[in-house]
C-alpha cells in the first residue's frame, strides 16, 4: 500500500491480537477514518464484515479496492487489466525519445503531457516527467473503459501504488525532496492489488461520508476508531492522490501546487479548540457495543483525558505500544537551501488503544 503518516503496518498484529481478545466472534466492523485501509484489510482477511468510510476520494478508492472488491470476482480480470496498462504506460514515452536523450534523462520529451504532468512533474517535483508521462497514459485509459465502480478502485489503486513507488517525497505531499530520490528514476509499473475473498462474516463495502453521519447511519459489532490527531489535513498529506483519483485538473497554489480545495475543506479534528467536542459527538453517535479507539501520545488529547471521556461511557482497558515517528519526523526540517534548520524532538511516540465496552 502507499506510503502513509498515521499507518498502522507496523502495530497490525497488536491491534488485530486485541481486537480478537475483545471480540467473541468476527461480526460487522465499521472503520470510520479508514485512510490507506490497512486496519480494513486485515479484519476482513480474518473474516470480518467491513464497512470502511473516508471523506477524501483516494481513500474511499482504496476502500472499495481492499475492503468491498472480491478476489474471486475481480482478481482474473484485474490481472489481465493490469498487464495491458503496463504496455499503455510503456508506449506513453517512446523508445527512441530515451534513446536518443539517455534513459536517466528527467524529461525526454518537454513539451508532452497535460495538467499532470505539469503540476506534479515539472512546476513541482513529486515525480520525474517520464513517469508523469505514463501515469496519465494509464489515468485516461481507465477513465476510458467505463468499468464498473469496484473494478475502476482496483485500478486506481494499482496506479496510485505504481506512482508512490517512483515517487519523490519523504511520504507526505506537504513538499518534495530537493534532489530526486533514487527510486523516482525507476519506470513506473503497476502491479495487482492484493484483493482477499469474500470475507466469512459477509460482503464489505467502503462509503464517502463525514465520520459522524457514517457513524449514524451504520449499526454494527464493533467500531474502529483512528481520528486524526493534529492540524495536519490528509487532504493537505496527499492531494496529489486526490487528483489523480478524481481527475479533475484542479486549481493549484505554492511551490506544493496543493490543490486549492486544501485550503476550504476543513474538519473540527484537525482543530484543537473542536476536537474534543467533536469526537465526543461521534462517540456518542456510534451505534455499537464495543469500540477500538486508536490515539497517539502526540494527539490533541493526552491519555488521562481519551480515558476518562470514554469512560464516561463504558469500560475502558488501555494498551500501549512505542512507535517510530514518520520518516520526515525523524529527518527533521530543512531549509530551502537545504540546510537544516532546528533540532529533532523525538523519533519515537506512543500508541494507545482503548478498548471500551458500552454500558
Same mark, same amino acid.
Given at each position: 500500500?502507499?506510503?502513509?503518516?498515521?499507518?498502522?503496518?507496523?502495530?497490525?498484529?497488536?491491534?488485530?491480537?486485541?481486537?480478537? %481478545?475483545?471480540?467473541?466472534?468476527?461480526?460487522?466492523?465499521?472503520?470510520?477514518?479508514?485512510?490507506?485501509?490497512?486496519?480494513? =484489510? $486485515?479484519?476482513? *482477511?480474518?473474516?470480518?464484515?467491513?464497512?470502511?468510510?473516508?471523506?477524501?476520494?483516494? &481513500?474511499?478508492?482504496?476502500?472499495?479496492?481492499?475492503?468491498?472488491?472480491?478476489?474471486?470476482? #475481480?482478481?482474473?480480470?484485474?490481472?489481465?487489466?493490469?498487464? %495491458?496498462?503496463?504496455?499503455?504506460?510503456?508506449?506513453?514515452?517512446?523508445?527512441?525519445?530515451?534513446?536518443?536523450?539517455?534513459?536517466?534523462?528527467?524529461?525526454?520529451?518537454?513539451?508532452?503531457? /497535460?495538467?499532470?504532468?505539469?503540476?506534479?512533474?515539472?512546476?513541482?517535483?513529486?515525480?520525474?516527467?517520464?513517469?508523469?508521462?505514463?501515469?496519465? &497514459?494509464?489515468? !485516461?485509459?481507465?477513465?476510458?473503459?467505463?468499468?464498473?465502480?469496484?473494478?475502476?478502485?482496483?485500478?486506481?489503486?494499482?496506479?496510485?501504488?505504481?506512482?508512490?513507488?517512483?515517487?519523490?517525497?519523504?511520504?507526505?505531499?506537504?513538499?518534495?525532496?530537493?534532489? #530526486?530520490?533514487?527510486?523516482?528514476?525507476?519506470?513506473?509499473?503497476?502491479?495487482?492489488?492484493?484483493?482477499?475473498?469474500?470475507?466469512?462474516? /459477509?460482503?464489505?463495502?467502503?462509503?464517502?461520508?463525514? $465520520?459522524?453521519?457514517?457513524?449514524?447511519? %451504520?449499526?454494527?459489532?464493533?467500531?474502529?476508531?483512528?481520528?486524526?490527531?493534529?492540524?495536519? *489535513?490528509?487532504?493537505?498529506?496527499?492531494?496529489?492522490?486526490?487528483?489523480?483519483?478524481?481527475?479533475?485538473?484542479?486549481?493549484? @497554489?505554492?511551490?506544493?501546487? *496543493?490543490?486549492?480545495?486544501?485550503?476550504?475543506?476543513?474538519?473540527?479534528?484537525?482543530?484543537?479548540?473542536?476536537?474534543?467536542?467533536?469526537?465526543?459527538?461521534?462517540?456518542? &453517535?456510534?451505534?455499537?457495543?464495543?469500540?477500538?479507539?486508536?490515539?497517539?501520545?502526540?494527539? @490533541?488529547?493526552?491519555?488521562?483525558?481519551?480515558?476518562?471521556?470514554? /469512560?464516561?461511557?463504558?469500560?475502558? !482497558?488501555?494498551?500501549?505500544?512505542? =512507535?517510530?515517528? @514518520?520518516?520526515?519526523?525523524?529527518?527533521?526540517?530543512?531549509?530551502?537551501?537545504?540546510?537544516?534548520?532546528?533540532?529533532?524532538? =523525538?523519533?519515537?511516540?506512543?500508541?494507545?488503544?482503548?478498548?471500551?465496552?458500552?454500558?
Amino acid at each position: 500500500m502507499i506510503k502513509y503518516l498515521g499507518s498502522k503496518r507496523a502495530l497490525l498484529p497488536w491491534i488485530l491480537h486485541a481486537i480478537d %481478545e475483545f471480540v467473541p466472534r468476527p461480526g460487522t466492523a465499521l472503520d470510520l477514518f479508514s485512510g490507506t485501509s490497512r486496519v480494513g =484489510h $486485515a479484519l476482513k *482477511k480474518v473474516g470480518w464484515r467491513v464497512l470502511a468510510n473516508d471523506h477524501n476520494a483516494y &481513500a474511499a478508492t482504496l476502500a472499495r479496492c481492499y475492503v468491498q472488491a472480491d478476489a474471486e470476482i #475481480w482478481g482474473e480480470r484485474v490481472a489481465e487489466l493490469v498487464l %495491458e496498462a503496463n504496455t499503455i504506460a510503456r508506449a506513453a514515452v517512446p523508445e527512441s525519445a530515451l534513446t536518443r536523450t539517455g534513459a536517466a534523462a528527467d524529461d525526454p520529451l518537454p513539451e508532452a503531457g /497535460g495538467w499532470f504532468t505539469e503540476d506534479y512533474c515539472r512546476r513541482s517535483r513529486y515525480f520525474q516527467p517520464v513517469n508523469g508521462l505514463r501515469i496519465e &497514459a494509464v489515468r !485516461r485509459w481507465i477513465a476510458g473503459l467505463g468499468a464498473e465502480p469496484e473494478l475502476e478502485a482496483v485500478l486506481l489503486t494499482a496506479l496510485m501504488e505504481a506512482a508512490d513507488r517512483v515517487d519523490s517525497t519523504t511520504g507526505v505531499q506537504m513538499a518534495y525532496l530537493k534532489r #530526486w530520490a533514487a527510486r523516482a528514476h525507476n519506470t513506473l509499473q503497476l502491479r495487482v492489488p492484493a484483493l482477499l475473498p469474500r470475507a466469512a462474516a /459477509g460482503p464489505g463495502r467502503a462509503m464517502q461520508l463525514e $465520520a459522524l453521519e457514517a457513524a449514524a447511519r %451504520e449499526e454494527v459489532d464493533l467500531a474502529y476508531l483512528d481520528p486524526p490527531y493534529n492540524q495536519h *489535513k490528509y487532504l493537505g498529506n496527499y492531494h496529489v492522490w486526490e487528483s489523480l483519483v478524481l481527475w479533475d485538473a484542479p486549481e493549484v @497554489y505554492g511551490v506544493a501546487c *496543493k490543490r486549492v480545495d486544501c485550503r476550504t475543506r476543513r474538519s473540527d479534528f484537525n482543530s484543537k479548540p473542536r476536537f474534543r467536542a467533536a469526537f465526543e459527538a461521534l462517540v456518542d &453517535a456510534v451505534r455499537a457495543p464495543r469500540l477500538v479507539v486508536s490515539f497517539s501520545d502526540e494527539g @490533541y488529547l493526552a491519555r488521562d483525558e481519551m480515558e476518562a471521556l470514554l /469512560g464516561a461511557r463504558g469500560r475502558v !482497558r488501555v494498551l500501549q505500544s512505542g =512507535h517510530d515517528r @514518520y520518516v520526515g519526523a525523524r529527518i527533521g526540517i530543512h531549509s530551502p537551501a537545504g540546510e537544516k534548520v532546528g533540532t529533532v524532538s =523525538h523519533t519515537r511516540n506512543r500508541e494507545f488503544l482503548f478498548l471500551v465496552q458500552r454500558d
